[in-house]
């Protein structure tokens, strides 16, 4: 019964978007728990700049989203898997991005 419980636990933060948009997150709630989690309290220095990275990787993630490919979104927003954060889900994306320009890349050059 709890591994059936865990995936609610663990995307508790994520309210999910209609029509396959953008899931929404509470930033300042997840900037709270994971400055409290990493330094056992939460400084307005450390919040302040988890949450500014937290709406810059949003509005990128937001901006791009018709264009990115599904299966990218459906490995990397992935509450079980990634943490609830749009700066883990936007490096994601980018990071499948590069691996198949590198990949196409390889297959295109000549051997040597």
Do not use: Q
Not at 21 to 28: A, F, N, S, Y
Not at 86 to 91: G, I, M, P, Q
């Amino acid at each position: 019964m709890f591994i059936a419980f865990m995936p609610i636990v663990l995307g508790s933060h994520v309210l999910v978007a209609a029509a396959g948009g953008l899931p929404r997150i509470d930033i300042e709630k997840n900037c709270r728990e994971s400055s409290d989690a990493l330094y056992g309290t939460t400084t307005a220095n450390v919040f302040d700049a988890c949450v500014e990275d937290e709406k810059d990787a949003s509005a990128k993630l937001a901006k791009d989203w018709a264009i990115f490919p599904a299966a990218d979104k459906a490995r990397c927003v992935h509450a079980a898997i990634y943490l609830p954060s749009y700066v883990e889900w936007l490096t994601c994306i980018e990071g499948e991005s590069a691996l198949r320009r590198i990949r196409k890349d390889s297959a295109a050059a000549p051997p040597g």
